[in-house]
């Protein structure tokens, strides 16, 4: 077997609070397709520490180790042991088994119901104009709708006069909105002035 380790930055700041966990995970999975022209497969290992914190708070990279193994890549940790050649591992949970039907069977029993979820969760709504993505797709409607439409050009609008002055003033006139979309601010920030100190004041405010 051949193995490699990375580190993979998760970049979900700009997607739903609720959805950062999930889409990290999807992150990892883009970052070892693009290693290999094999299928890809991530240990649980992997999910556990990306979800460790719940569903808003994924990690801000993940270091992995990519496993060749026969007819697909396996996604764990660098610290997991890797599986032993006499034993079929369980590339979900990490269980080992000494005959291919064991590791079958425990894959049908507990596994099953876990890829249904998983297709599931991947099936989302992504907006095409800022990559957030929707659980359904009236979430997406209503979001191209506020932010993308007249009432969001006139939002971005404001947040572009608010941004343009100090840093300062910028917080002060921002602390004084009723209910401010901060990724919204972020987007205007990065697209004009981009500041290192504005930035990590909405992103803290994101968390």
């Keep these: 077997m051949e193995e490699n380790v990375f580190s993979v930055p998760l970049n979900v700041k700009k997607t739903e609070r609720k959805n950062r966990a999930a889409r990290a995970v999807r992150e ?17 290992e992997i999910n556990d520490e990306i979800w460790k914190r719940g569903a808003q708070k994924p990690p801000s990279s993940i270091r992995v180790r990519l496993v060749d193994v026969d007819d697909y890549v396996l996604v764990q ?9 006499e034993e079929f591992e369980c590339e979900d949970c990490g269980k080992t088994f000494s005959t291919e039907q064991g590791l079958k069977v ?3 029993r507990a596994h099953e119901e876990e890829e249904k979820e998983e297709v599931e969760e991947e099936e989302g709504y992504i907006c095409e104009k800022c990559d957030r993505e929707f659980d359904t797709k009236r979430g997406l ?14 939002d971005r609008e404001r947040y572009e006069e ?8 910028a917080k002060e006139a921002i602390d004084e ?7 919204m601010l ?22």
Excluded: C, W
């Excluded at 940790?77 to 050649?85: A, G, I, Q, V, Y």
């Excluded at 608010?162 to 003033?169: K, P, Y």
């Design 28 to 44: 990892v999975k883009k970052f070892a397709r693009k290693q290999t022209e094999k299928d890809v497969k991530i240990g649980q």
């Design 77 to 85: 940790t660098p610290e997991r042991e890797l599986p032993s050649e």
């Design 106 to 108: 425990h894959r049908s």
């Design 141 to 154: 409607s209503i979001h191209e709708s506020q932010t993308h439409g007249e009432e969001g050009d006139e």
């Design 162 to 169: 608010v941004l343009s002055g100090t840093i300062s003033d």
């Design 177 to 183: 909105m009723d209910d401010p979309d901060f990724e």
């Design 186 to 207: 972020l987007e205007v920030e990065e697209e004009n002035k981009d500041r290192k100190g504005m930035k990590e004041y909405l992103e803290d405010q994101m968390d």
